[in-house]
């Protein structure tokens, strides 16, 4: 296993760190570049683009590993350095190539439109717009759950909404250093762990592009840990959200004889902190009669600052927060029943209670300031 992870992750981490240091000098060429505002933490104007250096660090290393692959398939039998293991999953990875692809199409169209975003500033309404299109489009090409319910209509509105809320959920956590790639860097570990080792039979496809994804982040990381000399942009969060949205549906997180149905629950816990902050802080911009994609600064990470934490360790917070959380869905391989997961359960949302009050009283110090200063 060690080797597959090697061979998954640092042509993915070469690829990205070479691009991204590429992208740190183009990008402010391009009018890639970030500005200071009042509702942003970094005080230097700073590159954008950092999201390319991802999306080559994912795409270059599975059309060569696709390559490979075909290659492999057309020999009369496999060479001798391509373990047994993978040689009989050759077919599988190429029936299900063509979904991949689907989702790589889908997140180059992403990427693009991050890009023209970060350059020109585009409408949220119209983002949003094309993200539920592509959404549509890949459950019609048949990325899609099935949570348990016969109905197909069911499991592909649910899907739909799950890649959406995504891909926002991890753009809206692109507002301070390291910290949207880190959080994509815990998940997709945790989830590439479940995926190989967890699932009975390893998905060898979804484990290793989830290790591609991976050592791409990390790659990126290598400039974007603060202080950052690059940022990702929207190009970066939105691919990072798409990814690991369809991953987690084309991974199938249980056998299909299986009595454990609760580990379907896996995803929502590693992703409870993205998706915690998500729908908080739509719920206060709706709250306070403003648009739900308005930047703020009324993020998990915002309020730990705003209790004194610095910007590193409010980011380190919220990594193990994450972490925490998808150590929670791996427990939850190691429960037999439904009384095992509610423990569980109840850990993680402990944990986010914690995170309430932690935010709750970042707010009335807030309030307090301000009257003060009336």
């Known amino acids: ?63 060569t590993a696709y390559l490979v692959v075909l290659w492999q398939s057309r020999l009369p039998a496999p060479t001798i350095w391509l373990p047994d293991v993978l040689s009989i999953h050759l077919p599988g990875v190429l ?35 094309v993200q539920f299109l592509l959404a549509i489009a890949l459950v019609s090409g048949g990325v899609r759950g099935t949570l348990f319910v016969a109905d197909p209509m069911f499991g592909s509105i649910v899907t739909v ?23 994509g860097l815990v998940a997709s570990l945790i989830f590439a762990w479940i995926m190989l080792q967890l699932t009975g039979e390893p998905r060898w496809l979804v484990g290793g592009t989830l290790l591609i994804l991976a050592g791409s982040i990390a790659g990126f990381l290598c400039h974007n840990w603060t202080p950052a000399r690059i940022f990702m942009g929207d190009a970066g969060s939105t691919f990072i959200g798409l990814m690991l949205a369809t991953m987690t549906i084309l991974g199938t997180f249980y056998e299909e004889n299986t009595t454990q149905q609760h580990v379907f629950l896996a995803p929502l816990l590693i992703l409870a902190i993205p998706l915690y902050d998500f729908l908080t802080v739509i ?68 944990l986010l209670v914690i995170v309430a009050i932690l935010e709750q009283a ?13």
């Open 362 to 374: 970042a707010r009335m110090k807030n309030a307090a300031a301000e009257k003060k200063s009336l």
């Open 161 to 183: 909404f799950w890649i959406v809320v995504l891909i926002n959920s991890l753009n809206f956590l692109d507002n301070m250093d390291g910290l949207c790639g880190g959080i």
């Open 95 to 129: 029936y299900k190539a063509g979904q991949l692809w689907g989702i790589i199409a889908a997140g180059s169209i992403l990427v693009a439109m991050g890009l023209l975003d970060d350059r020109f500033g585009l409408s949220w309404k119209g983002r949003l717009s």
């Open 1 to 63: 296993m060690v080797w597959f992870f090697c061979v998954c992750t640092l042509p993915a981490f070469l690829v990205s760190w070479s691009v991204t240091w590429l992208m740190r000098r183009w990008a402010p060429a391009w009018g890639l570049v970030d500005q200071p505002a009042a509702r942003k933490v970094h005080v230097t104007p700073t590159p954008l683009g950092g999201g390319i250096g991802i999306y080559a660090g994912v795409v270059i290393p599975l059309i």
């Open 283 to 350: 719920s206060i911009r709706l709250r306070n009669g403003k648009s739900p994609f308005q930047p703020d600064r009324n993020h998990f990470s915002h309020r730990l600052t705003d209790l004194g934490l610095s910007r590193r360790n409010a980011v380190l917070t919220v990594h193990f927060a994450t972490l925490t959380t998808g150590l929670g869905a791996v427990l939850l391989y190691h429960v037999p029943d439904w009384s095992g997961a509610a423990l569980v359960l109840a850990l993680v949302f402990c």
